[in-house]
């Protein structure tokens, strides 16, 4: 364990603005992904269970 | 039917690949969270300060797998593609367009945290060096086959055309990779290579070995996902979408 404090680790050496930039962004982008990804498939579900149903249905 | 022999043609299809996809992702998914959980672990409180650049190389542990999968994506999306092109099978063009967004953000955050990298080392948040221009290209060849796929409306025209500009495209992987050797760059060479020891500590490289498995693992599972919502959306007046449906 190389920090002595937690305002040690935030501070990351003097590099705190890069470090977590890297990884705030990294884990944004991968948590915005995943969240477009669960709204297409229900977009993608929605859209066709209402052409489903405007087709009359299933027998 | 009473062969036991795992009968590979079979996922070739749409219908059973939805299906297989829908089994397989979560464990992708578990496999990616784990991994990633002990990576971090690994990068905050295992792996040593570096000499040269105190807490700053820490950077490293997204940097580089978000870089090597940029082109891995690309060279995977290639082969669906061209596999698509050269056998007109219909789910290698959904494999490509569903690895494409993937390999799209991890192009971007490849430049993003190497310009966070780059700032505090270089004093430059960017530079015209052969190896970040190339991997600018890539970016740029991503969002290029993303745009000719949705501007054409008949998917499987849109898929030929997506997979020309894949395959042309492919050609930018190696003249990343080998950028850092051809050209003189500001860029520094690889630290993990097949041929010769690695030039870092062993933690270092088991916590960004680990991150490089931890985005393999997470970039299958957005994957086959997206392959998903693909499939159900172009197969939308097969039957069997029908009755999945209900």
Same mark, same amino acid.
């Given at each position: 364990?190389?920090?002595?404090?937690?305002?040690?680790?935030f501070?990351?050496?003097g590099?705190?603005?890069?470090?977590w930039?890297?990884?705030g962004i990294?884990?944004?982008?991968?948590?915005?992904?995943v969240?477009?990804?669960?709204?297409?498939?229900?977009?993608?579900?929605r859209?066709?269970?209402?052409?489903l149903?405007?087709?009359?249905?299933p027998? | 039917m009473t062969?036991?022999?795992?009968?590979?043609?079979?996922?070739?299809?749409?219908?059973?690949?939805?299906?297989?996809? &829908?089994?397989? @992702?979560? *464990?992708f #998914?578990? !496999?990616a969270?784990?991994?990633?959980?002990?990576?971090l672990?690994?990068? =905050?409180?295992?792996?040593?300060?570096?000499?040269?650049?105190?807490?700053?190389?820490?950077?490293?542990?997204?940097?580089v797998?978000?870089?090597q999968m940029?082109?891995?994506?690309?060279?995977?999306?290639a082969f669906?593609?061209g596999l698509g092109?050269?056998?007109?099978?219909?789910?290698?063009?959904?494999?490509?367009?569903?690895l494409?967004?993937?390999?799209?953000?991890?192009?971007?955050?490849?430049l993003?945290?190497?310009?966070?990298?780059?700032?505090p080392?270089? &004093?430059?948040w @960017?530079? *015209?060096? #052969?190896? !970040?221009?190339?991997?600018l290209?890539?970016?740029?060849?991503?969002?290029? =086959?993303?745009?000719l796929?949705?501007?054409?409306?008949?998917?499987?025209?849109?898929?030929?055309a997506?997979?020309?500009?894949?395959?042309?495209g492919?050609?930018?992987?190696?003249i990343?990779?080998f950028s850092?050797q051809?050209?003189?760059?500001?860029?520094q060479?690889?630290s993990?290579?097949?041929?010769?020891?690695?030039s870092?500590?062993?933690?270092m490289?088991?916590?960004?070995?680990?991150?490089?498995?931890?985005?393999?693992?997470?970039t299958?599972?957005?994957?086959?996902v997206?392959?998903r919502?693909?499939?159900?959306e172009?197969e939308?007046h097969?039957?069997?979408?029908?009755h999945?449906?209900?």
């Amino acid at each position: 364990m190389h920090w002595n404090s937690a305002a040690e680790f935030f501070a990351m050496g003097g590099y705190a603005l890069y470090v977590w930039g890297s990884f705030g962004i990294t884990a944004a982008v991968m948590a915005i992904e995943v969240l477009l990804l669960s709204r297409q498939r229900a977009r993608v579900l929605r859209n066709l269970r209402d052409e489903l149903r405007s087709e009359g249905g299933p027998t | 039917m009473t062969t036991r022999a795992i009968h590979w043609f079979k996922f070739a299809s749409p219908q059973n690949f939805y299906g297989l996809a &829908g089994r397989l @992702w979560p *464990w992708f #998914a578990a !496999l990616a969270a784990a991994l990633m959980a002990v990576g971090l672990w690994i990068s =905050f409180f295992v792996a040593p300060t570096d000499a040269q650049q105190g807490q700053g190389y820490r950077i490293i542990f997204v940097h580089v797998p978000a870089s090597q999968m940029s082109m891995f994506i690309y060279v995977v999306m290639a082969f669906w593609a061209g596999l698509g092109l050269a056998f007109n099978t219909r789910l290698s063009g959904m494999m490509a367009s569903a690895l494409a967004p993937t390999g799209a953000l991890f192009a971007f955050l490849s430049l993003i945290t190497g310009a966070l990298w780059g700032k505090p080392m270089w &004093g430059a948040w @960017w530079v *015209w060096d #052969a190896r !970040l221009t190339s991997e600018l290209i890539l970016l740029f060849l991503y969002l290029g =086959f993303l745009a000719l796929q949705s501007s054409i409306d008949d998917p499987r025209r849109a898929d030929k055309a997506g997979a020309v500009l894949a395959l042309v495209g492919v050609v930018n992987v190696p003249i990343i990779y080998f950028s850092v050797q051809w050209w003189n760059t500001l860029h520094q060479g690889a630290s993990v290579s097949l041929t010769r020891a690695p030039s870092m500590a062993s933690t270092m490289l088991w916590g960004m070995l680990i991150m490089v498995v931890a985005f393999w693992m997470y970039t299958i599972a957005v994957a086959l996902v997206r392959v998903r919502s693909i499939i159900l959306e172009r197969e939308r007046h097969t039957e069997w979408v029908k009755h999945a449906l209900e």
